[in-house]
């Protein structure tokens, strides 16, 4: 199994506190994010599900996705939810060269059509290099990263055990990342919907990032 954390520690929030990790609240209002959509069938039943309890969320989409289901990236739109850049390609900043990066995220904005109106950015992986989030943050993004994974990408994982992970470390603030991915199908499809029932009947409120 590949190593990463569940619940992100207070140092990693504090050493790159110019990301976003939390939004504090004192209205037990917490953030769901879904990476890496839109992808027919799968996106829809996140949308679904999300109706049934009046949740909204946030969709990190690739852009080449957008590209080929346009449709369902405007119904997440019409469904009052917001879409952030999750670059074209699902590149990772790491192994990528700066200019190339930023390059590939201002095509996520042309196909988008949405440009300079989402401004959040989630770098895939959560890899990205220092001259990468400045330049994004000169173009006025906000890079948003998450306190609690849900790891649903992880094959390696029980879809029991990707419940586990965030029924046990969501609180007042906290944004939440799940993938709309057929990979991540499997697990999503488990957690999604008892997650949802089970932070609703504890008073949470289901919030977009902005």
Known sequence: MSFY??????FIKKTFSNYVW???NTENKIYLTFDDGPIPEITEWVLEELQKH???ATFFCIGHNIEKHPDIFEKVIENGHSVGN???NHLNGWKTATEEYIENSRQWSVVSGLSPNS?????PYGKIKSSQSKKLQQLGYKIIMWDV??????TTI??????????????SGSIIVFHDSVK???NLKYTLPKALKYWKEKGFVFEKLD
């Open 5 to 10: 954390w569940i619940k992100t520690n207070a």
């Open 22 to 24: 939390d939004v504090s």
């Open 54 to 56: 009046n949740a909204k």
């Open 86 to 88: 999750h670059t074209f």
């Open 119 to 123: 401004k959040l950015f989630r770098p």
């Open 149 to 154: 994974l849900s790891a649903d990408y992880d």
């Open 158 to 171: 029980t879809p029991e055990k990707c419940l586990e992970n965030v029924l046990k470390n969501v609180s």
């Open 184 to 186: 991540a199908f499997p």
